[in-house]
């Protein structure tokens, strides 16, 4: 998401603020402008960039304040007229109790939703709902926001100027940057640099904001508890990108280094699956001493950003059909294969194919994050919706006979010196065709993240809330 308020035409910089969020988003774009009236227009970008979509629209948008929103769910911003006004939403979490808070909204006989995402709910359209029932809009941002089980971060355009609203433990950030004549709100924070905007500061966990061209003004003050999702800097962040401070590219190189320390295996040389892999694999290689390779070369003039369709099978032949090898730095050689995470493991066989392929001696895969075995119920930042579809629990149900055990079961699992740990690791080497894989471990990731692990979710790891 990303939002302006400006003195003078704001069409250019929310346009090229949101555009610096496509990393995030493959599916449906965003815009919303408000100048006495409100423009909107949305797009699939399922099989071309935001830019093209969007750039032959420009010179007909027009306004002082302007948010955009780039997508993998339901279209979005949306454009709402309730008790509250006219105004645009644009979100980013996840509701769990869809049913249960439409319900609400329909009793009695007076709501209703539009089919807008494939017949299922418009969970912003559901927040915009929940929203309208209460006297104000910051009253309503916070009444959505407890009622909701998951997690949401929202953007508002009213006439009065943009309310923004971090989630409620901060699992995603939210920027604010400043210049003269204007300010903005921005999931990514290297998005309004070039658009001459300096950091202002980062909204905390539960925080409200109204931003005006006079200025921001906080509503609400932020919580002490925070829960900033790791996997934004594991995979998700780009390089350039800050969250609390810490930066992406520094903390994946800490990561790799980390992930060094246990390494026993003799190789030629350290390599990366591109492109979230490689400064991982730049910050392992520095640990051991040992030379940085690219045997694998991601072909970025087809593929420029990442492209997640919707279908398991087409996105693993899209993750093949990025890659090319290099045999010269491949053949007769000992490589540590260093990549992000291995969510499914369905795509590493490909890639490892394409080293033995080439005439690989051996590749050892090391792993930038401890074994994902829960579905993440806060963001949709994961697109496996069952236990069974996760490597780790694959794995687990091949040794124990389901897939999920006791408490007591996993945790050995969950434990990186037990033997059920090491045990899940050589079989997950099995089955993605490598000759041996380890994992980062959740204590590893804390300190490279470096903000305590109580300020970082990884759920999606160990299970914990």
Not at 101 to 111: E, F
Not at 446 to 459: H, M, S, V
Request: proline fraction near 5%; include cysteine.
């Amino acid at each position: 998401m990303f939002g302006a308020v400006c003195t003078c035409d704001c069409v250019s910089d929310v346009f090229f603020g949101t555009d610096y969020h496509s990393h995030l988003g493959t599916r449906r774009a965003g815009m919303v402008f408000y100048d006495n009236g409100f423009q909107r227009s949305i797009h699939s970008i399922e099989t071309a960039p935001f830019r093209s979509k969007f750039e032959q629209e420009l010179r007909e948008f027009h306004g002082h304040m302007g948010i955009g929103c780039i997508s993998d769910l339901e279209p979005q911003p949306i454009l709402i007229r309730s008790a509250l006004g006219t105004f645009a939403l644009a979100t980013v979490g996840r509701v769990n109790n869809v049913d249960q808070l439409a319900s609400m909204v329909l009793d009695g006989g007076s709501g209703h939703f539009f089919e807008l995402s494939g017949g299922r709910i418009n969970q912003t359209e559901l927040v915009a709902a929940l929203i309208a029932r209460k006297q104000s809009m910051a009253e309503g941002i916070r009444y959505a926001q407890e009622l909701i089980d998951g997690s949401m971060a929202i953007l508002a355009l009213t006439p009065e100027g943009i309310y923004a609203a971090r989630d409620l433990l901060g699992r995603t950030p939210l920027m604010l940057g400043r210049k003269e004549g204007g300010h903005c709100v921005s999931f990514e924070s290297f998005a309004y640099f070039n658009l001459d905007y300096e950091h202002d500061r980062e909204l905390g966990p539960g925080e409200i904001v109204l931003l005006t061209e006079q200025g921001v003004t906080q509503l609400r003050p932020p919580d002490a508890q925070m829960q900033i999702c790791s996997f934004l800097w594991i995979y998700f962040g780009y390089p350039t990108s800050c969250y609390e401070g810490v930066n992406v590219e520094s903390m994946r190189y800490r990561c790799g280094g980390i992930l060094a320390e246990r390494e026993t295996v003799e190789a030629d040389s350290v390599s990366a699956v591109p492109d979230s892999g490689t400064a991982h694999a730049i910050g392992f290689a520095n640990a051991l001493d040992k030379p940085f390779q690219r045997p694998l070369i991601k072909y970025t003039p087809t593929w420029p950003r990442s492209f997640m369709p919707q279908g398991q099978q087409v996105r693993d032949m899209i993750a093949r059909m990025k890659l090319a090898p290099i045999e010269s730095l491949i053949r007769g050689k000992r490589l540590l294969l260093v990549d992000d995470s291995a969510v499914r493991g369905t795509q590493i066989p490909d890639t490892i194919g394409y080293l033995k392929r080439s005439g690989a001696a051996e590749v050892h895969m090391r792993l930038a994050c401890p074994p994902i075995l829960y579905n993440c119920k806060y963001l949709n930042f994961s697109r496996s919706s069952a236990l069974g579809d996760l490597l780790g629990r694959r794995i687990i149900a091949e040794r124990e006979g389901t897939v999920d055990p006791p408490a007591e079961v996993m945790a050995r699992y969950l434990d990186p010196g037990s033997a059920e740990h090491l045990a899940m690791e050589q079989r997950a080497a099995e089955v993605t065709g490598v000759n041996s894989l380890r994992y980062q471990t959740v204590e590893g990731l804390e300190r490279a993240i470096g903000l305590g692990g109580d300020c970082i979710c990884t759920y999606c790891m160990n299970g914990r809330e």
